[in-house]
């Protein structure tokens, strides 16, 4: 049996029953046709994951297909048919050398391309349900394969259809409609208007806002590095809260808060942990809170599921007791809980 923690970024897990590697739409079907009624687990950059130190008892079929399809138009743009196991960086640093714009912000987030719409990913003020046009799936209860348009994706905040229906939709492949040109979309995000040195609404060329992002999200250990172990992590481990504008008023004013249309406000995770008592590089075994962003929990070398885990709950828990805010997971748990 194959231990998982070869193909996640945390590095931790235990053994698979069974593993299998598909890159077609024919090998993805038939690969889950074959499991049967067993558990499975479709995995594509094992980004996102943290498994149990016990493994998975059943399937996991590691999606690597990275079929590229595209349809230009000088007025209307492009649109690009994306496979699922395409890595995701690897797609927006093709789409801005092919002249493309609108993923410079969504630059460096680890995974791959059909993760993306399932956890609807963001960075820098924009979603990528902000550019996905439909999401071609198998639907493993009908086993037919199954379009959504944008709207039937029910995007919302690190969220989304296939979310609320986990296990039941395999996502093939993505298409994503893309301008054709050279600046980016107005610069939203502060922190990335002032490394820019613009101001916010100000545009920036594709490619300094990619660069940009990915300076950003160096220095805060986000980019992955076989040989940085302050990366080996699964990105941010918590979303950011949706709160009241009743309990957002209750915390203090040096918490940051983003209003919402709907009248929530959503609030910083990594603020919440900072300001809990958590620090950055605590540590419990292997475990460890990034050096440079607390929101990353990583594994230093010797980390097991479970020390991660205990090391995500204290985090929790202490912001639970300082702002009565309990916070979820970003991370994908399996046989793992909080």
Not at 99 to 122: D, K
Not at 180 to 189: D, K, L, Q, R
Request: proline share 3%; glycine share 10%.
């Amino acid at each position: 049996m194959s231990e998982l923690s070869e193909y996640t970024s945390l590095r931790v897990g235990g053994p698979a029953t069974t593993i299998v590697h598909v890159s077609s739409q024919a090998e993805i079907i038939a690969a889950i046709e074959a499991a049967g009624d067993s558990p499975i687990f479709i995995m594509g950059g094992g980004t996102n994951i943290l498994f149990a130190d016990s493994g998975f008892d059943g399937t996991v079929i590691h999606i690597a297909n990275n079929s590229v399809e595209a349809e230009v138009d000088a007025c209307s743009g492009a649109t690009l048919t994306i496979g699922a196991g395409e890595n995701w960086d690897s797609f927006v640093e093709t789409s801005i050398k092919r002249g493309f714009a609108g993923l410079e912000t969504l630059s460096g987030i680890p995974g791959t391309v059909g993760a993306a719409p399932i956890q609807n990913i963001g960075a820098y003020g924009h979603e990528v349900s902000e550019l996905i046009t439909r999401v071609r799936t198998y639907d493993r209860l009908t086993k037919v394969v199954k379009t959504f348009t944008n709207a039937e994706c029910e995007f919302s905040y690190r969220n989304s259809y296939f979310k609320a229906h986990p296990g039941r939709y395999v996502v093939l492949d993505v298409a994503f409609q893309l301008r054709v040109g050279e600046m980016s979309a107005p610069i939203t995000y502060l922190e990335l208007a002032k490394k820019l040195e613009i101001e916010i609404g100000d545009k920036a060329s594709v490619l300094s806002c990619r660069a940009a992002v990915l300076e950003l999200r160096a220095s805060k250990g986000m980019l992955l590095s076989k040989d940085d172990h302050d990366s080996w992590s699964a990105g941010s481990f918590f979303t950011n809260p949706i709160i009241s504008q009743q309990a957002a008023d209750a915390l203090p004013n040096a918490a940051p808060k983003w209003p919402l249309t709907d009248g929530r406000v959503k609030v910083s995770a990594a603020w919440l942990i900072e300001n809990s008592g958590i620090h950055k590089g605590d540590e419990i075994g292997g475990a460890r809170i990034s050096t440079k962003h607390v929101l990353a929990l990583t594994n230093s070398g010797t980390a097991t599921a479970a020390d991660i885990a205990a090391l995500a709950k204290r985090a929790r828990d202490h912001v639970k007791e300082a702002f009565g805010i309990t916070l979820i997971a970003e991370v994908n748990l399996i046989g793992v809980e909080l």
